[in-house]
């Protein structure tokens, strides 16, 4: 009980500051987010050292910081995409400076290195995106999108928990994810779609069938980003990505569902909205 009314507070606090930042504009949104990136990638290889693999951490972090203010820049057009071509030299100073580091299995390193910035720094940085959005020809900070997201994994999480406690009797990934149950996904889904609903409300410009679409994929892609994440929290053994949050574990649990929703919210809003 002493364990719920900790994790109920602590993510209560998260939620508001998170919010807080992104209602209060792009730059608050900007300097959170780049934060939290970049400690989630310090989490993700800090595990990698806890499988027994070196790699680079400070070259990553400064190429992921790098990465999502390129990433931001643009989305807000102050910059063009051909920003991008200065992370060329970075990424591939990785192997020259594997070359000094002395350490075993080099390939692994630099492989876990760049996969770092794959799996937890470009989810980040199509955040920006999402931000700075284009309405009416014109490219402006929206936060409502990324309002909406959030709160469709925190919706779901709190639907998939309760209906999969309650009801849960089919796993749905057992080998990775005992608890987890298709019971607790249909959860999942009903209560993102409530928010759905109740988003319309709040943001009456944007769609019924766009919020629906939108929840529908946060869902899928959220339970599957935590499962992938647990996949690899399983095979170092480790219960939590970190220590980041009393009864939350690390950034990387907290932003599991995020590290695959958003690359595909932003495929489907870039390509098919």
Sequence with gaps: MKELHTRTIWGFLFATVLTASILWGPLSFAILFLIISGFALREFYILCRVAGYSPQLYPGLIAGALLFIL??????QQINYNAFYYMLPVIYAFPVFELFRKKKDPVANLALTVFGLVYVTIPFALLNFLAFSEI?????YHYELLISL???VWASDSGAYILGVRFGRHRLFERISPKKSWEG?????FTALIAAWMLTLIFPHYPLHLLVVM???VVIAGTVGDLIESM???SIGVKDSGKFMPGHGGLLDRFDSILLASPVIYFVFRFFL
């Design 71 to 76: 990433s931001f820049l643009t989305a807000e």
């Design 136 to 140: 009416d020809g014109l490219v402006k």
């Design 150 to 152: 959030f709160i469709f």
């Design 185 to 189: 996904l249909m959860g999942g889904i």
């Design 215 to 217: 929840a529908i994929l």
């Design 232 to 234: 690899i929290k399983r």
